[in-house]
């Protein structure tokens, strides 16, 4: 079946350090893929999306590229803030369904 | 435009007992899905209702089961609760019910049964 692993977290980083949150798939057919962010009591927001091999997403400073060739859709920001401290999950949906299979999530921590 | 509202946010219910979980969809959009977050998880797909019918089904037992409404809005019913219900669970909307179509998700209700 379709899945999503992400890196163990948490990932503890200072603030403006690089950030690189590692998310690799296995999947029937041509995936899109997706990143969602969770802050502390509240539900998931859309981070950014990619719909085709080589594609880049990228949103708030925070880039993933599509790459069908290591099945992997990392998530990248250059130089993260403490209000980047949140959960960060890696999903894909198949060609013609809307349902999301997700990652275990990876939580990012940001000290000042 | 309103986004997507779920009642309640917090419940406490007993082994054994029954419980319905509400959600509003965002306005225009005729697709919701649930899913259940366990502790430390990652959201697992429950189902996904399309203009009041089913649309598909995650691996969930038959215990689990939805509604959607003429309005959009759903509720999601889990009959004989089990300790292991216990966990977040999240309504999301979305325009259609095609793939690549943004959702949008709700802050959740956190179920805890006891």
């Known amino acids: 079946g379709d899945s999503v692993t992400q890196m163990e977290g948490p990932v503890t980083l200072s603030e403006e350090a690089c950030l690189t949150i590692?998310?690799?798939?296995?999947?029937?057919?041509?995936?899109?893929l997706f990143w969602y962010v969770q802050y502390p009591g509240e539900g998931l927001q859309l981070l950014l999306k990619?719909?085709?091999?080589?594609d880049k997403g990228s949103n708030k400073g925070f880039e993933a590229t599509y790459r069908k060739e290591t099945t992997s859709f990392h998530l990248e920001k250059g130089s993260v803030q403490v209000s980047d401290s949140a959960v960060y999950f890696c999903a894909l949906t198949v060609s013609g369904y809307s349902t999301l299979t997700f990652g275990k999530g990876t939580m990012l921590l940001v000290s000042p | 435009e309103t986004g997507v509202t779920q009642s309640p946010t917090h419940l406490i219910k007993t082994r054994g007992q029954q419980v319905t979980l509400r959600c509003s969809s965002q306005s225009g959009h005729n697709t919701v899905s649930w899913y259940q977050q366990a502790l430390g998880q990652g959201p697992q797909f429950i189902f996904q209702?399309?203009?009041?019918?089913?649309?598909g089904r995650g691996n969930f037992p038959p215990r689990f089961s939805g509604l959607q409404f003429p309005n959009y809005s759903s509720e999601l019913n889990v009959n004989a609760l089990e300790l292991d219900d216990s966990a977040l669970y999240l309504c999301a909307s979305s325009l259609t019910v095609l793939t690549n179509t943004e959702a949008f998700f709700g802050q959740g209700t956190r179920l805890t049964v006891v």
């Open positions: 209702y399309y203009r009041e019918e089913e649309n």
């Open positions: 590692n998310c690799t798939y296995t999947a029937t057919g041509y995936p899109s």
């Open positions: 990619a719909t085709k091999a080589d």
